[in-house]
Structure formats: structure tokens, C-alpha cells
């Protein structure tokens, strides 16, 4: 054996579990040995004891920005708050970075994802610039860190498709450079029929390339911003079903409630994977409400309810449109948590499913990716008993696995409290199963 991960807790699973990896892969799958029971045990030259920790299957990221992150403060800071002044810094900013500049950025990016558990992202990559420095940077990037991230880029026309005139062409010169999946924005757009083009363009674009689709859309107040119906549509007719991605889709949440229910149908129908991005959204969206105000989200308990996928992104760190972040899917799905009425005990799980392995199957990633014999030796041990814990604490990831190698370790903060004239230490960590 290369190496033996001993006293695992597995979700779904009863006990504690060693884990044996051979060659980059799990070899088998053994329950631990804590009752003192005689049986053979098998050694390894890498060790590593969880100690009755949640052993997870890597975070993945459905949905970033990688070319747009640190921005925030480079040369403005978005002080308003809104999506309007984001895009706007952004408009200024794309035109003085340089490739090195947007390499380095994401590549620090990966770095703190990698910290934090995360082995799978897609990223977006803005191609409205002529230059597609943008594309140049984080191809290059993919590339150099695919021993241990896989990621998949998105040609993201970020100005819209049909607003000026390179940008259709813009967007298959991306595709040409080795972008994996097709984007697109329809609500930016200028005109209802243009955003509904924008969505039968990167359709187009997808059947001739062999790509997968995920789609900014809808990520507006506007209940009359409907292009997922359209998305779902091109979806059924070209039989794409499971590859399309639509991100956001805000605007779901300020739908008519009839409108809504025979939408999540066609949605079901279409197998769409939906990407719901809390960090960004929930100080982005209806802004122009005044009081009450309305949450910017898509409907994801309703449509999880009736067997759509449905993820949670990250989608900004430190950028124009969002001041925080620090790449860390736990931190997203205890804000969704929040946001999106997941509190109840049996939807703290789905959160966790969320950030693992239903934003798997958005990458269409699901057949490599679990804890299970003959699966790449890819997990994370996290300093938690179990999920509930995992997102209260935003906890830390002791190891991060890639086929077998140890990519990350972390050594917690350890805080000692003298109280009452006793000292002991504190770890903020629950019992198992939220108790
Ligand atoms: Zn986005």
C-alpha cells in the first residue's frame, strides 16, 4: 500500500473505516480495527490517522471567476456595493492587466482552494477582450496545475454576444484556444430576442465543438427575465440533457408562483444543473427594491424537491463584485444555509451535497469522483466529526489527497481558555450527527 488513511468517518456509513490506496487509487475500503480486535493489518509507507474525522470527497466549484479575482481595490474599490459599479470597475480594470498579472492572481486563487479541500473548479474567463489575454492566462493555468485541480474553463462573453460586433467571434476563437465549455449572458444583452440568440448561439457553438454549456442567466430581479426556459428548450430539442449548466438564474425567485411550478418541470425534463452563487447574489440582487427586500436567489429547495441538480459556487473572491471570499465551499454552503432556508436538520446534509457531489455531476466528473474502491485516491480530512460540524466551523482541512499524494496539510489553531481558575483547551467541535 502507498498510503493508509486510519479511523475515517464516511457519510452514509456506520463505523469508522480505514482507507487503502494503491497506485493513485482507493484499493479497498477496510473498518477499522478500535475494538482490539486480532485481524491483519495492512501497512503503508504514508500513514495518516483521522482520528474519527469526516473523510469527504474533495470540494469542487462550480462556478468562478478566476480571471477577475484580487481585483477588488487594484485601482478602485466598488463602493456601492452593486452589480452596476462591479461591472463597471471590471470594465476598466481588464483593460491594464497583463496575462502574468491575471496567472499569478488565479494561481493564488487555486492555492487557498486547494487548502481548502477544493480539487474540481470551473472557472469563467471574460472573452470580449481582442487581445483574449484572459483565455491565454487561464488555459496556461489548467494546464500547469493539472496534477492536482482539474479545471474547466468557460468562454464567458461577460459584455454580452450580440452588443458589439467581435464578440460571437470572439467567443468560438476562445473555444478554438481551448476553452472547455460554452457561456453566455442573455440578460445582458440589448433586446429580449438578442438574449434569446445568445443562448441559441452558445448552443450552436457547443454541438460544434463538443462542449459542455453553462449559461450566466437570468441573474437579474427582473421577473421577466425567462431565457433558462429557453436554455431548457435547446437543451430537449438537441438532446443535450445533463450538460447544460445555468448559473444564477435570480430572477426564478421573484417569478409568479404558476409561472415557476411549470418551469421546474421543464427543468426536470431537461436534466439542467442549476448553480446557485450566495456570496455574489445575496448582496447583489434587488437592490432596487427599497423595503421590503426581496432575497436575490434562485428557488433551490423547490427545485431539488423535484429532482433538478442543483449546486452551490463561490463565483467571487476579493473581486469587483464581491469584497470577501477566501475559496472556501464550506463558508458558501453555511451562507446558503442561511440565505436559502436550509436550516432543518435533514437539509444540513444537502448542503454538503451541494458543494460535493452534485456540483460533480454539473462537471459531468461524477464517475471519477467518491469514496469507493477502484476511485482515484482523491479526499480531504477535515478537522469535524461530520457535515453539521464541517459547516458550522467552516472547518479546517487537516490533509487534502490528490491520487494518493498529500497536496495540502493544516495544523489548526489550538486555544486555550482559563476560565474559573481551570485552563482547557477549546475547540468549538459538537458531537456526531449535529448533536
Ligand atoms: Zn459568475
Known amino acids: 500500500m502507498d498510503m493508509i ?7 452514509g456509513a456506520e463505523g469508522l473505516w480505514d482507507i487503502e490506496v494503491e497506485a493513485g487509487k482507493i484499493a479497498a475500503l477496510a473498518e477499522s480495527q478500535t475494538d482490539g480486535r486480532k485481524r491483519p493489518k495492512a501497512e503503508a509507507a504514508n500513514e495518516i490517522d483521522a482520528g474519527g474525522n469526516l473523510v469527504s470527497p474533495p470540494f469542487v466549484d462550480p462556478h468562478v471567476h478566476l480571471d477577475a479575482v484580487f481585483l477588488d481595490g487594484r485601482n478602485t474599490y466598488n463602493r456601492s456595493g452593486t452589480l452596476l459599479e462591479g461591472i463597471k470597475n471590471w470594465g476598466t480594470e481588464k483593460l491594464t492587466l497583463t496575462e502574468e498579472e491575471i496567472y499569478q492572481n488565479a494561481l493564488r486563487a487555486v492555492r487557498w482552494y ?7 473548479i470551473r472557472t469563467h474567463v471574460d472573452t470580449t477582450l481582442e487581445s483574449l489575454i484572459n483565455v491565454r492566462a487561464l488555459t496556461k493555468l489548467r494546464d500547469d496545475v493539472k496534477d492536482t485541480v482539474d479545471i474547466q474553463i468557460v468562454a464567458f462573453p461577460q459584455d454580452g454576444i450580440f452588443t458589439a460586433e467581435p464578440f460571437a467571434e470572439l467567443m468560438e476563437r476562445s473555444l478554438k484556444m481551448g476553452c472547455d465549455v460554452v457561456g453566455g449572458i442573455p440578460h445582458n444583452e440589448l433586446t429580449r430576442e438578442d438574449g434569446v440568440k445568445d443562448v441559441e448561439y452558445a448552443f450552436e457553438l457547443a454541438e460544434k465543438y463538443g462542449c459542455l454549456v453553462d449559461i450566466h442567466c437570468d441573474e437579474t430581479g427582473d421577473a421577466q427575465s425567462r431565457f433558462v426556459e429557453t436554455m431548457a428548450r435547446e437543451t430537449i430539442r438537441r438532446g443535450m440533457q445533463g450538460r447544460v449548466t445555468a448559473s444564477h438564474t435570480t430572477a426564478m ?15 426536470a425534463r431537461a436534466d439542467m444543473q442549476m448553480v446557485t452563487n450566495p456570496f455574489d447574489n445575496s448582496v447583489l440582487q434587488n437592490r432596487n427594491d427599497g423595503y421590503p427586500r426581496r432575497r ?4 433551490a429547495d423547490e427545485l431539488l424537491a423535484r429532482g433538478v441538480n ?21 463558508a458558501a454552503a453555511n451562507l446558503f444555509m442561511h440565505y436559502g432556508h436550509f436550516s432543518g436538520h435533514d437539509q444540513i446534509p444537502v448542503l454538503f451535497d451541494m458543494i460535493t457531489g452534485n456540483s460533480a455531476r454539473a462537471l459531468r466528473a461524477q464517475d471519477s469522483y467518491g469514496i ?3 476511485k482515484p485516491a482523491d479526499f480531504v480530512v477535515l478537522d469535524a466529526k461530520d457535515e453539521y460540524d464541517a459547516i458550522r466551523l467552516e472547518s479546517e482541512c487537516l490533509f487534502v489527497v490528490r491520487g494518493g499524494r498529500v497536496v495540502s496539510r493544516a495544523e489548526p489553531a489550538v486555544r486555550r481558555v482559563t476560565l474559573a481558575g481551570r485552563e482547557s483547551a477549546v475547540t468549538f467541535k459538537s458531537g456526531v450527527n449535529g448533536r
Do not use: E
Open 5 to 11: 488513511v486510519r479511523n475515517a468517518r464516511l457519510r
Open 253 to 267: 425567485h421573484n417569478y409568479d408562483n404558476d409561472y415557476a411550478f411549470k418551469l421546474i418541470g421543464i427543468l
Open 114 to 120: 486547494v487548502a481548502n479541500g477544493t480539487l474540481k
Open 310 to 330: 442543483v449546486c452551490i459556487g463561490h463565483d467571487s473572491i476579493m473581486d469587483p463584485w464581491y469584497p470577501m471570499g477566501k475559496a472556501s465551499m464550506l
Open 296 to 299: 436575490g436567489h434562485t428557488r
Open 372 to 374: 469507493g474502491v477502484g
